[in-house]
């Protein structure tokens, strides 16, 4: 459910007022801002209207007189005469029809045998400035085509302001006949009247106009007036409403006669060529102009005026229909948006609803200062109660009032916040003890502060007696110990089992009851009042009880609630930290339930896993007492104590995970059993052999010629076959450095054969048979090497058993191919020791167990360097470890001590079968050149031998025999 939100009080008061004055001022502000925008775009409307009827006005003044003139000339022959000069005496009367139109920009005669005569004023024709190259003072330009010695003939003649010839050119003849003209076409098929042309491009000077054309009265020849397309579109170049407002005026084909499209340059008339060949003004249509087309799809047979949703905008839109003398009627379409036309109003309402809301904010403001000061004691109530909810309780409450109400509020806010205080306190500081026997002091000394008892007792649930136990007595504000006894669940006479089986209780006690029910607390001669109070926890479970001996028959209720409802919070951090030393105590039997496994799994490794624990311990507590020097500021808190102490116990744990044939490997060929039999028993079937072989030669000479050097070969086999098995016997022992010398005897050996009758593929494991099918069996009996490393000896590594050199855990360790090799010639020549390099790694490999095994365990924060600690043993300060080829730096101290302790420990133990305990002398001795190679912290080793942590441990778990006497000074 959603919370409501809450408005402070004094802002209820201001509340109707500026309510009242907001809708107010909404309401007239839309009302009116409604009424303009309605009077607005009427006015746009009507501006339209003069606008259309400015242009057609305009359009009209263009059009009309020039028609007028044309009809005027069409009727009074202007130019007679039959060559230039002629025609050139009447030209006045074309000048003056020029001159009485504005609009007009030249006005010629087009004859029947194509003759041509035309009158240009100079000054109005745009193009006429680049075509002609006119001398000084010309102000007529005439143009003529006639008949000269039988032949056309072009001539240009310029004239001044009177009329004057200036000069006269001829020019080469042009293609140009005004018979095959629109206009002469026109007019000579309808010539009744003048005719207006659609636009085209003017022949001399290629400027876009019309022409009005008819036909001259009694004779074959047509009189027109040119207008310019410039001049039409001045008609519309100034009839913005807006600066974004559209306006086009076209013609009943939609072509554009004049465009203004806002603030784009504006339109220039050009004839272009259709995709059917045709030639024309280019049309509406094929602009980009979205609103305009959408007007001209509208109804354009009467004059409109509607709003327009085009381009994300709404315009006011008009258009209207102009007439034009001897043509097709034009159409004006106008457009303007809205935000443009009502920007003035827009800009007033923003103004209006400033100022409306300036005074808004000016009486709120004065509101709310007045209504502040009554509601301010509520307000500072209410932050005490903030400071409440944030717990903060650093100042008391201390607020005045003539308001009765409030003032009882403040009191009893004053109240509580001492109470929740109190409470608070006690919780935070029961919750933070960890130690649990002072958590139990600091529970009775609390319980009887809020009573203000003189004594009381706590007592604890023993489950498994079913009792409540005496643990503590608090007399004369001391916590002390008290004499252990218990009392019986099952005796419900005593108030306190009584108050442990329902709620806390209150009676009173006789002296006589005091010392009857509480022996361990003073006795008193007079009646006293006892509050029992069992302690539950969450679950409503018991866990002790507390007995508080009050002096004072009258109990304020107030401080018993508060007595209540601490010991819930009591009762649970008990039970926490019970909890904590149960699970702390599991934590530690299972611990030391592996470290005892695996010590018990072999004799060679002895009480390795119990002994490194206190070596390690021990040099930590003498680098945590060195108060100069590298180790000065190195100090452990419990929880570090705690960490160490778990990984010197689990520093070997992945043991477990290492064969006990490989751990326990005496002998080069010792696996489950020593195969050394097996070789031996080759030896003898060798020897047999052998006999077999002399008494078999005996008895084929039967004269005895060769008995003596039969039975010298004998014995010489006989000894040479003890002797080759003796020196095998003693390579297997592994006792001494194998030379190239007598690994090459054992290959020499290993090339005798002995004869094998029976199948060795049969009653075997699985596995074993498995190993022994990559090869095929062979017809028996077969030819066997004495000794030999076939291919089931070979035991395939796993993709489990690999470690990739991108490994999480950053192991950098060289892994062998194989997971084991059992090859007789390739064990028997192992260099040194009994290990192969496979067995070597498998030992190895329990520091990687250890490692990955730690690191799946879900430690608790303080305990996250526990893998840390207890995987660094074997890494030595140069980086040559394993298995992750640490540095010193790379290493925590604690690391660093353990593998100090790990080697003392292993070089003086004197419970392994293998070797004879080093005397301290020996284990220093063979530690300082470990030193000096860097493979062990040289001044934890020195620390270790200046603190006598040494000897310490040598008095605790070596022989007597082992401690000998010799100069540390010499190491350190």
């Known amino acids: 459910m959603r919370a409501t939100r809450n408005v402070q009080f004094y802002i209820y008061i201001s509340y109707f007022f500026t309510a009242l004055i907001l809708v107010f001022g909404i309401a007239m502000g839309t009302v009116q801002f409604s009424r303009m925008s309605t009077i607005i775009l009427a006015q746009a409307n009507s501006s339209y209207a003069l606008i259309g009827n400015e242009v057609a006005s305009n359009v009209k003044d263009i059009y009309e007189p020039v028609k007028n003139q044309a009809e005027m000339l069409a009727q009074s022959h202007p130019i007679s005469g039959k060559n230039l ?131 001259i009265v009694g004779t074959d020849a047509v009189v027109g007036i040119d207008i310019e397309m410039p001049t039409i579109h001045e008609t519309i170049r100034n009839s913005n409403v807006t600066p974004s407002t559209r306006i086009a005026l076209i013609d009943s084909k939609g072509q554009l006669l004049a465009w203004q499209n806002g603030k784009q340059p504006a339109y220039k008339p050009q004839i272009v060529t259709k995709l059917d060949g045709t030639q024309g003004m280019p049309t509406l249509a094929e602009q980009n102009a979205p609103v305009l087309n959408r007007i001209r799809e509208l109804d354009g047979n009467k004059d409109s005026s509607q ?87 650093k100042s008391p409450i201390n607020i005045q009032s003539r308001i009765k109400e409030i003032a009882d509020l403040s009191n009893s806010m004053r109240g509580m916040k001492s109470t929740i205080r109190s409470f608070l ?97 003073p006795a008193t001669d007079h009646t006293t009042t006892l509050i029992a109070i069992p302690l539950k926890d969450r679950n409503n479970t018991l866990v002790g009880a507390i007995a508080l001996v009050i002096d004072d028959a009258n109990i304020d209720p107030g401080r018993q609630a508060m007595a209540e409802a601490v010991s819930g919070a009591a009762a649970i951090a008990i039970e926490n930290q019970r909890l904590i030393q149960e699970q702390k105590a599991l934590l530690e039997a299972f611990i030391q339930l592996i470290a005892s496994a695996i010590d018990a799994k072999s004799p060679y490794t002895g009480g390795h896993c119990q002994r490194v624990p206190l070596l ?40 477990v995970t290492t064969p006990e044939y490989i751990v326990d490997k005496a002998t080069k060929l010792e696996t489950l059993y ?20 002399y008494w078999q030669a005996v008895a084929k000479d039967s004269a005895g010629n060769d008995a003596a050097e039969l039975k010298k070969k004998l014995d010489d086999t006989i000894a040479q076959l003890d002797s080759d098995f003796a020196f095998i016997a003693e390579c297997n022992e592994g006792g001494e450095f194998m030379a190239p010398d ?116 879900p430690f608790p924060r303080h305990l996250a360097r526990v893998p840390e600690i207890a995987g660094g043993h074997h890494e030595k300060m140069d980086g040559t470890g394993y298995p992750k080829c640490l540095m010193a730096a790379d290493m925590s101290i604690p690391a660093r001590m353990m593998a100090i302790a790990d080697i003392f420990e292993a070089l003086t133990a004197a419970d392994r079968p293998y070797k004879k305990g080093k005397t301290l002398s020996e284990a220093i001795k063979i530690m300082s050149f470990m030193k000096k190679d860097q493979h062990i912290d040289a001044e934890l080793f020195g620390l270790f031998l200046k603190s006598g942590a040494y000897l310490e441990y040598g008095r605790q778990f070596m022989n007597p025999d082992q401690i000998d006497e010799f100069d540390i000074h010499a190491y350190v």
């Open 85 to 215: 000069n002629e025609r050139l005496a009447h030209v006045n009367y074309l000048a003056k029809a020029i001159i009485s139109v504005k609009s007009a920009t030249s006005a010629y005669v087009g004859f029947a045998n194509g003759e041509f005569f035309l009158l240009r004023q100079y000054a109005k024709s745009n193009g006429g400035k680049e075509v002609f190259k006119a001398p000084e003072k010309t102000a007529w330009i005439v143009q003529s085509t006639s008949m000269d010695a039988g032949k056309l003939a072009e001539h240009v003649v310029y004239l001044d302001d009177r009329l004057n010839e200036i000069s006269r050119q001829q020019i080469p003849l042009r293609n140009y006949d005004p018979r095959q003209r629109g206009w002469y076409e026109t007019a000579m098929k309808n010539p009744e009247q003048a005719h207006v042309s659609e636009p085209y491009y003017f022949f001399t000077t290629g400027q876009i106009g019309v022409t009005y054309a008819q036909k």
């Open 742 to 857: 007598k690994i090459a005897r054992i290959q020499d050996i290993a090339g005798r054969h002995w004869l094998r009758t029976l199948s060795d593929r049969i009653g075997i494991s699985h596995d074993e048979k498995e190993r022994k099918n990559r090869t095929a069996e062979p017809t028996l009996p077969v030819q066997e090497q004495l000794l030999s490393d076939k291919v089931e000896h070979i035991f395939a590594r796993s993709a489990r058993d690999t470690i990739a050199a991108d490994n999480p855990w950053g192991f950098k360790v060289k892994v062998p191919e194989h997971l084991y090799n059992r090859g007789e010639v390739y064990n028997l020549s192992v260099a040194r020791g009994t290990l192969s390099e496979e067995e070597r790694y498998k030992i190895n490999e329990h520091m990687i167990q250890t490692i990955m095994m730690l690191e799946k365990l």
């Open 425 to 521: 306190d006690i919780a935070s500081s029961l919750a933070s003890e960890t130690n649990f026997d002072k958590l139990l002091a600091r529970v009775l000394k609390e319980m009887s502060e809020i009573t203000e008892a003189k004594s009381g007792i706590l007592y604890l649930y023993q489950p498994q007696e079913n009792s409540m136990r005496v643990v503590q007595a608090y007399v004369d504000h001391q916590v002390l110990e008290s004499e252990t006894h218990s009392i019986s669940m099952t005796d419900e006479s005593h108030p306190v089992i009584l108050a442990c089986k329902s709620r806390s209780s209150i009676c009173q006690l006789q002296a006589t009851d005091l010392a009857l029910y509480f022996s361990s607390l």
């Open 307 to 393: 709003a327009l949703d085009v381009i994300g905008k709404t315009w006011a839109t008009y258009q209207g229909k102009i007439q034009v003398p001897g043509g097709q009627d034009l159409r004006i379409l106008i457009a303007s948006p809205h935000e443009e036309l009502l920007a003035d109003i827009i800009k007033m309402r923003t103004q209006t609803s400033i100022l409306f809301l300036v005074m808004l904010a000016a009486s709120v403001g004065i509101t709310i200062y007045f209504s502040r000061l009554a509601s301010r004691p509520l307000k500072q109530l209410n932050d005490e109660a903030s400071k409440i909810a944030r717990f903060d309780f």
């Open 674 to 693: 020593d195969r050394i039999h097996e070789i031996r028993m080759r030896f003898e079937v060798l020897k047999r052999d052998a006999q077999i072989d």
């Open 616 to 655: 390690t311990k021990l040099i930590a507590q003498a680098a945590c007492k060195e108060t100069e020097g590298p180790f000065a500021s190195f100090k452990l808190s419990d929880e570090e104590w705690e960490e160490l102490h778990i990984a010197a116990w689990l520093h070997d744990c992945g043991k």
